[in-house]
């Protein structure tokens, strides 16, 4: 293996959204700009657990996209994209209730992902 080797990051899911990209309709996941996540890119792995199961869902990386905050990601990605049942501002206030505004100055990331052979 060499340094260009795809790699499996393992991230938790909410129950609602796990389903969602198990069933391939949400089709970018976002994040916080965290540091461990710096070095997610194309061609990786995404392992999806709920949290306290066994259950786990993975999907390749096909992009990363980098956004100064969440509505800027969702204008840019499109709601129906993140998640197909819920309207824009609803998603707003989804996120939000996750990452508080603190975590929110650290950027935002929506990760394209696409579902089928891993």
């Given at each position: ?8 990051h393992?991230?938790?899911l ?5 389903d969602?990209?198990?069933?391939g309709?949400?089709t970018?996941?976002?994040?916080v ?5 710096a ?17 786990t ?6 992009r990363?996209?980098?956004?100064p ?5 969702l204008?840019?990605?499109g709601?129906?994209?993140?998640n197909?049942?819920?309207?824009r501002?609803q998603?707003?206030a ?5 990452y ?10 929506a990760i394209?992902m696409?579902?089928g052979a891993?």
């Open positions: 293996m060499n340094e260009t080797t795809a790699r499996v393992e991230l938790h909410y129950r609602q959204y796990f969602l990209v198990a069933a309709a949400k970018i996941e976002v994040r700009k965290y540091p461990h996540l070095d997610l890119t194309a061609g990786d792995t995404l392992r999806f657990r709920i949290k306290g199961t066994d259950e869902c993975e999907v390749k990386v096909e990363v996209t980098e956004y905050d969440f509505e800027a990601l204008d840019g990605e709601p129906a994209n993140v197909p049942t819920a309207a501002e998603q707003l989804n996120i939000r209730a996750i508080p505004p603190e975590k929110e100055a650290l950027g935002a990331l394209r696409r579902r891993v």
